[in-house]
């Protein structure tokens, strides 16, 4: 069955410490996985895709097939980090891939 | 830059009515998704179009109906409202060969 799963609901740190945030995949086949951030009241903005392999505002995630892991890493978090992030992979079916989300990790960054 | 549009984007309708939600996607996207999230839920794809025609179906009810209309917008009705209906409806929308996603601020629906 292919299932995301990030086993944070909740993860708080203070300003400039690293942030992980977790997440597993099972899927059969080649994944693509996807990073969404939605912050308070808005809608969900794509943060990181796997293939393009890009840092977008000091984010990385690697993924780890070996693992079934895609974790989301920053070296210092900052305070306009908190919001809620949503791993996601693609489900291809004909011409179109639909997203599988997890259960999202709100990030708490404390000043 | 353009972005997805969705109307209206906020819903309150009683149980047992009909509502019809509008999605219109960033110019030349071709393909447009909707999605469901639930209160402290995440996003559950409800169905989806590729060139007017329906490509795929999740867990939508059968109460509810979708369609993409020439101009690629895309209208969600949902009939017999049940509270349990109550939700945050995203669209999304691509373009073929692309399997990013731009979502639109989404509809919120209340029903009472």
């Known amino acids: 069955a292919q299932r995301v799963t990030q086993p944070e609901k909740l993860l708080s740190v203070f300003k400039g410490a690293p942030v992980e945030l977790k997440c597993n995949y099972s899927?059969?086949?080649?994944?693509?996985l996807f990073w969404y951030v939605q912050y308070s009241r808005q809608r969900l903005q794509l943060l990181l895709r796997?293939?393009s392999r890009e840092s977008i505002k000091g984010f990385t995630a690697d993924l780890n097939k070996g693992e079934t892991s895609f974790h989301l890493k920053k070296p210092f978090a900052q305070e306009e980090d908190s919001a809620m992030y949503y791993c996601?992979?693609?489900?291809?079916?004909?011409?179109?891939?639909?997203?599988?989300f997890g259960q999202g990790t709100t990030l708490q960054v404390k000043p | 830059a353009a972005g997805v549009i969705q109307s209206p984007r906020h819903l309150i309708k009683e149980k047992r009515e009909t509502a019809t939600l509008k999605c219109y996607p960033i110019?030349?996207?071709?393909?447009v998704y909707w999605y469901q999230q639930g209160p402290g839920q995440d996003p559950q794809f409800l169905i989806s179009?590729?060139?007017?025609?329906?490509?795929d179906k999740g867990s939508i009810p059968d109460r509810f109906s979708a369609q993409q209309f020439s101009d690629y917008h895309s209208e969600l009705n949902m009939s017999s409202l049940e509270l349990g209906d109550s939700a945050l409806y995203f669209c999304?929308?691509?373009?073929?060969?692309?399997?990013?996603?731009?979502f639109g601020p989404g509809t919120r629906l209340t029903v009472t």
């Open positions: 999304a929308s691509s373009r073929q060969g692309s399997n990013e996603q731009y």
């Open positions: 899927y059969s086949g080649s994944p693509e």
């Open positions: 796997h293939i």
């Open positions: 996601a992979l693609t489900s291809f079916s004909g011409n179109t891939g639909k997203l599988i």
């Open positions: 110019p030349r996207h071709d393909t």
């Open positions: 179009f590729y060139e007017k025609m329906q490509s």
